[in-house]
């Protein structure tokens, strides 16, 4: 069965200093993995994502993640933390079965960026 | 920005009233989704559609329906809401492009039901 796990519900960091939202994964065959963020009262924003080649992707905001295949993991990292980057953030992954492109999504990490 | 839209953005309604609750995409996209979300943050997929006339259960039981009628329009239906019902309503949509291209999201529908 495909699953993705957010170890942390939330994670604190100062302004300026590095951030780690951490991700895992299961899944038969190549993951296909995503990250989305969401601000209050808003639907989700699509950030980044894997699905083949290097392993260290960019996306929107400044952010990266790296595709680790051994580890089965694809945390979501940023060198400088702002204040406007605290949301909550959804790693994804591909699922297979009845939805071609269904995304089974992790449960969420809070990050909070204190000034 | 996503061109997703998604209408009541907030919605405060008594038990067994009969909602609606309307999404729409002007991207063309074959693929639609509604997602409930609880308060405590999880996704849960509740239904989605290939195509117009197709619609599926997703993985959370809901007592919700849907309907596509139209590829651009998916609306979601609750013939006699519950407090149980409260949550918010995502709706989602994507091209379709094999496995690898992302959901764009419209904003949501928060439902609370007194």
């Known amino acids: 069965a495909q699953s993705v796990a957010q170890p942390e519900d939330q994670v604190n960091v100062a302004e300026g200093n590095p951030l780690t939202v951490k991700c895992t994964y299961s899944?038969?065959?190549?993951?296909?993995l995503f990250w989305y963020v969401q601000y209050p009262n808003r639907g989700l924003q699509f950030l980044l994502k894997?699905?083949?080649?290097?392993?260290l992707v960019k996306g929107s905001y400044g952010f990266e993640a790296e595709f680790n295949k051994s580890q089965t993991s694809f945390h979501l990292k940023k060198p400088s933390a702002l204040v406007s980057d605290s949301a909550l953030y959804f790693c994804a992954v591909r699922g297979y079965g009845g939805a071609t492109n269904k995304l089974i999504f992790g449960t969420g990490t809070l990050l909070a960026v204190q000034p | 920005e996503a061109d997703i839209y998604q209408t009541p953005r907030y919605l405060v309604i008594g038990t067994g009233k009969k909602i609606t609750l309307e999404c729409s995409q002007t991207m063309g996209h074959d693929k639609m989704y509604w997602y409930q979300q609880d308060p405590g943050m999880e996704l849960h997929l509740i239904h989605y559609?290939?195509?117009?006339?197709?619609?599926e259960k997703g993985d959370l039981s809901s007592e919700s329906t849907v309907s596509r009628i139209r590829t651009e329009h998916f609306p979601l239906t609750l013939e006699s809401a519950r407090p149980s019902h409260t949550s918010q309503y995502l709706c989602a949509s994507n091209d379709g492009s094999g496995n690898t291209g992302e959901l764009f999201f419209g904003e949501g529908s928060r439902l609370t039901v007194l």
């Open positions: 894997y699905i083949t080649g290097d392993n």
């Open positions: 899944v038969s065959g190549n993951p296909y």
């Open positions: 559609s290939y195509g117009v006339n197709s619609t």
